[in-house]
């Protein structure tokens, strides 16, 4: 393969343009290595015009060497082809092909697990759904290690023949700790899931065995308030790490039977049948971005946030809560003021009154919400004892 690197001529090919000195000798190192490697000059054309020349190794190596067609893959694994890539796109994955020769060794034992799946008597539609899920939070998870990886690696700087083997090299040991890191992630959170499956008696729950339709359980909105302003004065990076502490204390509060749900941009959505516990969460983060808005360490100093809590109907999909519980909750966060936290009637009844203590508000009507809905604001009774005794 060498010799076919030997016949390219990179400079001719305006794969050298601009470049002079040390920049064009470690562009030219680098280009000879890929071609060596088989890279095609397409390839390499399309890496340079994308800025990303350097992690093209790193990313050959997350794909691995094309071996197979699609049908190949579906007649070795035994899964049809229409399911396969039914599953594929599911995962987010964009399907080749069927004469195209894509597929890897990683490919076809990723097919090969979906037998087993299958054959264990997963319905390929609960699957798919299943599937779905895996990849919105993959894609998170894969945007957030991209840039730690960019931080880590390429950060640096240094001649781009240098970065690339870094990034190789770095990026390429962190890989191999990925896989035993999520499923320990995974086995943990599936174990809590487990401990906590089962809603209330008084919320009509099934238990672990019953169908993940619908309960009754509390939800909770939190957001950032002034977010939008916040977009305008602070630079992408800044406005990131905001929202990133907000994840970190939502994340921080949520244990127990309480669930962090979603983080929706400015806003963390979380879930409990335990009402209580899912109030003394709700109060837990809003002391602790409190203290953040008020930490003179802090570059961005995380704003006030506000909460509201709703308690009724609602299903679970992929995850996900659904229903008027969850509508209401939304609406209920959007009418509470910064740094307050804002229940529904249903709420307060379910709510340990040893521990909180409740005000009336006045009644409201909530877009989206049929009739108007009373509200209270909640707050731990040792705090509203303390300010009545002050």
């Known amino acids: 393969m060498a010799a076919v690197s030997e016949r390219i001529d990179f ?3 305006g794969l050298l343009d601009g470049l002079e000195g040390e920049e064009r000798e470690s562009r030219l190192a680098l280009l000879e290595r890929l071609a060596a490697d088989g890279v095609e000059l397409d390839e390499l054309r399309s890496a340079i015009a994308d800025g990303r020349l350097a992690l093209l190794p790193f990313e050959r190596m997350l794909s691995g060497r094309p071996r197979y067609t699609t049908v190949e893959v579906a007649e070795r694994s035994g899964v049809p082809i229409e399911e396969l890539e039914r599953q594929w796109r599911a995962s987010g994955i964009a399907v080749p092909g069927r004469d195209e020769v894509v597929m890897g060794a990683d490919d076809l034992a990723a097919a090969d697990r979906m037998r087993e799946i299958l054959d264990a008597g997963i319905d390929p539609d609960q699957l ?7 990849a919105v939070a993959m894609s998170q998870f894969a945007a957030a290690s991209r840039q730690v990886v960019g931080q880590a690696f390429v950060g640096a700087g240094g001649a781009e023949d240098e970065v690339s083997d870094r990034v190789e090299r770095g990026a390429g040991e962190l890989i191999h700790t990925v896989g035993p890191t999520l499923d320990y992630i995974y086995r943990l959170h599936l174990r809590e899931q487990l401990r906590h499956a089962a809603f209330d008696e008084e919320g009509g729950g099934g238990g672990v065995g019953a169908p993940p339709a619908a ?3 509390a939800i909770a909105f939190a957001d950032l308030v002034g977010f939008t302003r916040l ?6 990076e800044d406005l990131g790490r905001v929202t990133g502490r907000l994840e970190a204390h939502a994340q921080e509060v949520a244990h127990g039977p309480v669930r962090l749900v979603k983080l ?17 969460a709700l109060h837990e983060l809003l002391e602790r971005t409190g203290e953040a808005s ?6 961005e100093p995380i704003p006030l946030i506000r909460a509201g809590c ?3 109907p609602a299903f ?16 209920i966060t959007g009418a509470a003021r910064p740094g307050t936290i804002l229940v529904s009637a249903e709420v307060r009844e379910r709510a340990d009154e040893e521990a909180f203590r409740f005000s009336r508000a006045r009644r409201r009507r909530l877009k989206g919400i049929s009739g108007s809905v009373d509200l209270y604001r909640c707050r731990r009774r040792e705090d509203a004892d303390e300010d009545a005794g002050a």
């Open 11 to 13: 400079g001719a090919e």
């Open 128 to 134: 798919a759904e299943l599937s779905r899920t895996i």
């Open 215 to 217: 309960g009754v359980l």
């Open 231 to 236: 977009g305008e004065e602070l630079p992408p």
């Open 264 to 280: 929706i941009g400015d806003a963390a959505m979380l879930a409990s049948a335990d009402t209580t516990a899912l109030l003394e």
């Open 294 to 299: 008020t930490d003179g360490d802090e570059d």
């Open 310 to 312: 709703a308690y009724g």
């Open 316 to 331: 679970t999909r992929g995850g996900d809560y659904y229903g008027r519980a969850v509508n209401l909750a939304s609406r």
